[in-house]
């Protein structure tokens, strides 16, 4: 059964930061982000991607390097599963 809206809006996913009090914040995250718009989750907010970094080195810890070692990963494992399903 579906919920009424008010009720909907609470189960959204929470900032959870540290505020002043010590308290987790209770604001809804932004979407795509795990703060609110005041801890961090606004737009244009945290440090640049890839080699616009100041951190940045070779590469290898790129967003787009660890997706693709994740993908190759879960290939060899999903490989893995199916040899030992057919032996
Ligand atoms: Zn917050």
Redesign the pocket.
């Known amino acids: 059964m579906r919920k009424p809206d008010f009720l909907r809006l609470n189960l959204s996913p929470r900032?959870?930061?540290k505020?002043r009090s010590g308290r987790p914040?209770r604001?809804p995250a932004v979407k795509g982000r795990t703060?609110?718009r005041?801890?961090g989750?606004a737009k244009g907010s945290g440090a640049p991607q890839g080699q616009a970094n100041g951190n940045y080195q070779h590469g290898l810890f790129t967003c787009e390097a660890i997706q693709g070692r994740r993908a190759i990963r879960e290939l060899i494992r999903r490989a893995k599963s199916t040899l030992a399903r057919l032996t």
């Open positions: 900032c959870g930061a505020t914040c604001s703060r609110c005041m801890h989750g």
